[in-house]
């Protein structure tokens, strides 16, 4: 029986996915596998029954990827499940931040009482006025699942699109428009454009990327959206670029105390992924995901550990280990069971970085014993028995 724990609420279509010989737990500490959102696990010591964790989503700044590495748990996440969402809410904020919108909505209903609301409006409309976005300069940093998206989708209304992306993958770049301008640096996306889009990860070369110096870059009055992650931004150098007019509106997805109420910050409370599309496609690539790794083995989607499918087993045992990626390990697995006397019909190796992985399918049902044989070996950080 594996014991599933959610740290935050996850959609039903995918929970349900889970046949009987899975079981929720209350307890982090008990779960063999975790799925969560956007709760932190930083502060979580990680239990040795905890097997994996899979962010139903996209950011996983909010696990311990290394940690989780050296205690053999991979972590996995749903490339591109929620992006539609995040691309319609784009849309939405972004024609938004061009007029005064909100603004103009909120001193109509401190208007409500009036009896001559009508002629009010018709008098002082003019404050809330904009401009449109057709033909405006928009550049999108971060050409992933979302900032494709988002590039095409305002392309075909109108705008001019320049993309940056130093690291695009060739399947972003198969899907991107031909209309969207390739930006060769993102000081050309400052200087050149009326609105920013940013749609990259929170890593230590992203985070704080919008700061006094590349503001004083930008055009004046230029509109920025951040639906990616609070840090991309220093709170304190928008605000005062928001009060000197150099940044004219700031459309942000992750509300805190220092611009929450600051004119010219429009706050939405993290609802970029909140549409049912997207956290029932999330919640369901997640536990698919879970399911293939505890019954198979398989890595789908992983964020830590590489990518790896063996299929179903059809041998008498089947062994997975996550292990260090450093000479020497291969041999030391297949002589262990050479030592037993333990063919191996088949087996599949892969490293991501500083760790690997392995299968091995063998022609007797794995026992406890060979398991505690490999896990001694140095360099291996866990070993499960899969068959
Ligand atoms: N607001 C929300 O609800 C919500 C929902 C989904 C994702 N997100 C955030 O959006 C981010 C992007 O999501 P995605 O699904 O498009 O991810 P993705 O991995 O498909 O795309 C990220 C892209 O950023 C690029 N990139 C990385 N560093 C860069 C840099 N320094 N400059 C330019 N490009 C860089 C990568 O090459 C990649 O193409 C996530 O990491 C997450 O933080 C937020
Ligand atoms: O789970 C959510 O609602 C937000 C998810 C989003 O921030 C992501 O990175 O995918």
Redesign the pocket.
């Known amino acids: 029986m594996f014991k599933i724990n959610c740290l935050n609420p996850v959609a039903n279509v995918g929970l349900n996915l889970f046949t009987k010989h899975y079981e929720m737990v209350d307890q982090f500490n008990d779960a063999n596998a975790v799925l969560v959102r956007s709760s932190s696990v930083h502060e979580l010591e990680l239990p040795h029954s905890l097997d994996a964790i899979a962010r139903a989503?996209?950011?996983v700044n909010n696990i311990p990827l290394e940690k989780c590495a050296e205690n053999g748990v991979v972590v996995f996440n749903t490339?591109?499940a929620?992006?539609n969402g995040?691309k319609e809410i784009v849309i939405a904020t972004l024609i938004i931040a061009s007029r005064d919108i909100f603004g103009g909505v909120n001193w109509v209903n401190s208007c409500k009482e009036d009896p001559e609301v009508a002629k009010l409006v018709e008098k002082n409309k003019s404050k809330f006025a904009g401009t449109e976005i057709k033909g405006k300069k928009l550049g999108v940093?971060?050409?992933?699942?979302?900032?494709v998206l988002v590039a095409n989708a305002l392309n075909k209304l109108d705008m001019e699109v320049y993309g940056?992306?130093?690291?695009?993958?060739v399947d972003?770049a198969w899907k991107l428009s031909k209309f969207i301008k390739q930006a060769k640096s993102l000081e050309e996306i400052y200087r050149e454009c009326d609105f920013i889009t940013v749609?990259?990860?929170?890593t230590d070369?992203?985070k704080g990327m919008f700061n006094k110096e590349t503001f004083e870059m930008m055009k004046d009055g230029v509109k920025i959206l951040n639906?990616?992650?609070d840090s991309l931004v220093i709170d304190e150098d928008i605000v005062e670029a928001l009060k000197s007019g150099k940044v004219g509106r700031y459309v942000t997805?992750f509300p805190n105390p220092k611009v929450c109420g600051v004119e010219g910050v429009i706050t939405v409370p993290?609802l970029?992924?909140s549409t049912s599309e997207s956290e029932d496609n999330c919640a369901i690539m997640a536990v698919k995901q879970l399911m293939d790794y505890l019954e198979n083995g398989n890595i789908k989607n992983s964020v830590n550990y590489p990518n790896c499918d063996m299929g179903v087993c059809n041998q008498a045992g089947r062994i997975a280990i996550n292990h260090r990626n450093i000479p020497n390990m291969l041999s030391q697995f297949t002589s262990t069971f050479a030592k037993e006397n333990i063919n191996i019909p088949d087996m599949i190796n892969k490293s991501k970085g500083k760790y690997a992985y392995t299968v091995l399918d063998i022609e007797s049902p794995s026992t406890p014993e060979l398991a505690k044989k490999i896990r001694e070996i140095d360099g291996v950080l866990k070993v499960r028995i899969i068959k």
């Open positions: 989503g996209a950011g490339p591109g929620n992006a995040v940093i971060g050409l992933g699942a979302i900032g940056f992306d130093p690291f695009i993958s972003a749609h990259v990860p929170l070369s992203t639906f990616s992650r997805d993290h970029g992924a």
